[in-house]
């Protein structure tokens, strides 16, 4: 990751101006979240993130993410509250690209989340689901079930260059989940893309929960899968870690308990999580340039995960306790 | 600018445990400097520069960087300290790389200084001259006239590939320099690249002068004559700004008086910025990757340096007070 748009501090010092803080006593561009520009900023004594949206946010949605973030913020989430300007308005423009100042959050992201971590995570998601029960709106997942089929073909016989065999068993997962997929399980706006790095922690406490440019309305328990399936296997996706998936499973639940419909279906719905990031970072894989910005994530990874979600074991992934 | 190798936070958490400090609170990969990789961390409540050395910096160099840079800031300059672990020594090694914990210094870099920040700067670079003539050692200058004309060669005709005519050209200044480059002024330990990047303000008031990785032992007056290039033209070398210079020049000689004679050579000596920087940055154009994490610079900015360096009214461009 990297900075992309380049903003002088005297560009950043005057766009301040319109939040009536300051003076600019600090900027450093971060390599962080997506395919943004970022920078921590200090000003009047309080950090601050400054985002610069490239192409990959469309400036149409920015409004529904400010909306979403500052409702949970709002209901005491760690979520990096979208400041407005001194006119109210949370969305500007700097070097002719959207923008946005947004609250700093301590902490540090993880790599190799602990289960005591891992059970504070499993609690903020849950809080997080119930604080966005009363949020009205929010996009459809554009990564959901249709998406998969659009990739699957997009993409078409270039999977076997990944893997012999990889187009044609993608497409029949597309089948079987399309059959599979459960509709009658409570929706709301959910975060889709909880991975550990999203995550900012004090000790094994939850700090921050951040990068919400995936946030959709979908299945709430499908946030749940995503998250486990980014969270519960050793990285290259050939090992499960249960005990850690059995900590962020009670977590959740003690917070917002899972239905018994949840649970049964949960295998079901981690499939689904699997086959999107495979077919996300196979279309990155086939499609980035090399010596891009962006670093190549392996979906071989997430393959291994959808096998481990198909497997007749796949219950046990999850370490929910016993009824 | 990028981060190049990617440190976890537990990796982070573990390496300042040799120096005793802690928790960690934050660590942010950040953009800046030469091409090393840097992370802005909190630790026990202060904030840190954390610097691996990729391959441009030397791992044999680093010794004396430490030594300069640490001898600067005992002077009371106004440079990151390098800090020594619990064990004393200021080199670690961390993801295979050499590694420092240095001080973080508060302010913003310039792109478009002001003369008060010039006359700031100035004066900065001076006292920092004054502070390094007691420093003892220190390799002599990598980037000096012999590499001119090695990287003139090197290049050799592909340089008309930037302009026709430009390799000619270019072997002409080596040889005119040769000639003409004093060997009689005082010499010290220079910094050799105080581009405005490199320097820290808070408001008009110099808060940190960075990215020492050129520094080296040449001629004192040489150091002013590269910040000259660097500060006193418009950033595509088109148009002189002598009303920067004067102040630039001002701040300088407040501190640190110019000898006539480095003033009567300022332009030989700013033709040699010149021409290194046109040299260096001619070899990066030509040999970087499209698409590479660094960003190329025009070497055609420090063409039209130099021949505003070589034409008969040079010596306007200082901006000197009359005798």
């Known amino acids: 990751m990297a900075v992309f748009t380049h903003v002088g ?6 766009f301040l101006e319109n939040y009536g803080i300051g003076p600019l006593t600090s900027a450093k561009g971060i390599a962080e979240g997506v395919e943004n520009s970022n920078y921590l900023v200090e000003a009047g004594g309080t950090r601050y993130i ?19 973030i500052n409702h949970l913020a709002d209901a005491g989430n760690p979520v990096p509250r979208i400041l407005p300007d001194a006119n109210g308005s949370h969305v500007q423009r700097l070097m002719g690209r959207p923008a946005c100042l947004i609250q700093y959050l301590p902490g540090i992201s993880l790599s190799r989340p602990n289960g005591r971590q891992a059970y504070a995570t499993g609690a903020a998601l849950a809080r997080l689901h119930n604080s966005a029960a009363d949020f009205v709106g929010g996009p459809a ?8 089929r659009f990739l699957t073909d997009l993409i078409g016989a270039r999977l076997d260059d990944i893997l012999p065999g990889l187009h044609a068993s993608v ?28 995550v900012l922690v004090l000790g094994d406490d939850v700090s921050g929960i951040i990068d919400f440019y995936f946030a959709c309305r979908d299945t709430t328990a499908y946030d749940f899968a995503v ?3 980014a969270w519960c296997f050793s990285p290259d996706g050939s090992t499960p870690l249960p005990t850690l998936a059995a900590s962020l499973a009670k977590g959740y639940q003690s917070v917002r308990p899972l239905s018994t419909a949840e649970i049964a279906v949960m295998p079901v719905l981690a ?26 994530k392996d979906p071989i990874a997430y393959l291994r995960r959808l096998d481990a979600y198909r497997a007749d074991t796949a219950g046990a992934l999850f370490g929910f306790a016993a009824p």
Do not use: M
């Open 50 to 68: 400054l985002t610069l949206y490239e192409k990959r946010v469309d400036a149409d949605d920015l409004p529904f993410f400010v909306a979403f």
């Open 9 to 14: 501090a005297e560009d950043i010092a005057r």
């Open 141 to 148: 997942n554009p990564q959901g079930p249709a998406q998969w």
């Open 227 to 229: 998250t486990h399936s």
């Open 271 to 296: 499939r689904g999580a699997a086959l999107r990031f495979l077919l996300t970072r196979a279309h990155d894989w086939l499609d980035t340039p090399e010596n891009a910005l962006v670093v190549k």
């Open 171 to 198: 497409a029949r997962e597309c089948d079987a989940l399309e059959r599979l997929w459960p509709h009658d399980l409570p929706t709301g706006v959910i975060h889709a893309d909880l991975f550990p790095d999203n």
